[in-house]
């Protein structure tokens, strides 16, 4: 009775292990998401480097779903969905009982989601309107002005320095009716700082590639893409949060 014992032990142990070692195989190399809040998990995914221009593209497909990642770089580093970049995008479709839907990260109007990183006008005079915290200047909630497009509503947390010009800004509201690039006047100061919109809400994202072998990709991503479908069943828009890619083969192709 107790070799018994012991070889039923023996064989639990070894279809623990052998358990253990196909999880770790079905995951490297691993695609998947949370759509919605339903995880969606690649059954197959392949990536495609393009020896001429270096993009980068993810194709992941699951049951009845397709997901579509493209880059304009394979280099490590954060890559933005909905910009003037448009060879950096995400698309998503699916066929789920019979109803085709499709989805993609466009340039559209909406309330902004991010501002770019860099000035196209840093101003002057801004400190005057300034209270200075930690070496910096803050500046509060400063209206913005379009230069150009046709937004409005949208106000900034402005940051300046001790030379009055403004070094960065932060969403404070994010307004209505403004589209990738649109470029706004900053009020306060000499009411000169501009600043460019990068992407507006219901199209936008990123995808942060984290490890670049130069055989095998890795990073994770998150973006909201806009129903282009036309199919009125379908939502408006499909949001995709909790996104990794790990140790993805990449294809080199012409």
């Not at 009055?164 to 009411?191: F, N």
Request: glycine share 12%; with cysteine; proline share 2%.
């Amino acid at each position: 009775m107790s070799t018994m014992k012991k070889i039923v032990s023996l064989i639990v142990v070894l279809f623990a292990v052998l358990s253990c070692t196909t999880d770790v195989k079905f995951n490297n190399p691993g695609f998947q998401a949370y759509r919605d809040g339903n995880l969606f998990r690649a059954l197959d995914i392949k990536a495609y480097r393009s020896a001429f221009t270096g993009d980068l593209s993810f194709v992941a497909l699951a049951q009845d779903e397709k997901l579509e990642l493209n880059i304009s770089n394979s280099t490590v580093g954060t890559y933005y969905f909905g910009t003037t970049d448009l060879y950096t995008n995400a698309a998503y479709s699916s066929t789920f009982n019979g109803m085709a839907l499709s989805y993609r990260t466009n340039i559209i109007s909406g309330p902004v989601a991010k501002m770019n990183s860099y000035m196209d006008n840093e101003g002057t005079g801004y400190t005057s309107d300034c209270n200075l915290v930690n070496g910096v200047y803050v500046c509060g909630n400063s209206h913005a002005t379009t230069s150009s497009g046709t937004g409005s509503g949208l106000t900034l947390s402005v940051i300046a320095n001790a030379s009055g010009q403004v070094t960065s800004v932060k969403v404070a509201s994010p307004g209505t009716g403004y589209k990738t690039g649109d470029v706004v006047t900053i009020s306060g100061g000499g009411a000169n700082a501009k600043i460019a919109v990068l992407s507006v809400e219901g199209s936008n994202g990123e995808v942060n590639i984290t490890e670049n072998t130069g055989d095998t990709v890795s990073g994770n991503f998150k973006f909201n893409a806009v129903n282009t479908s036309g199919n009125p069943l379908g939502g408006e828009q499909v949001n995709f949060q909790y996104g990794t890619f790990y140790k993805v083969p990449v294809q080199v192709i012409p």
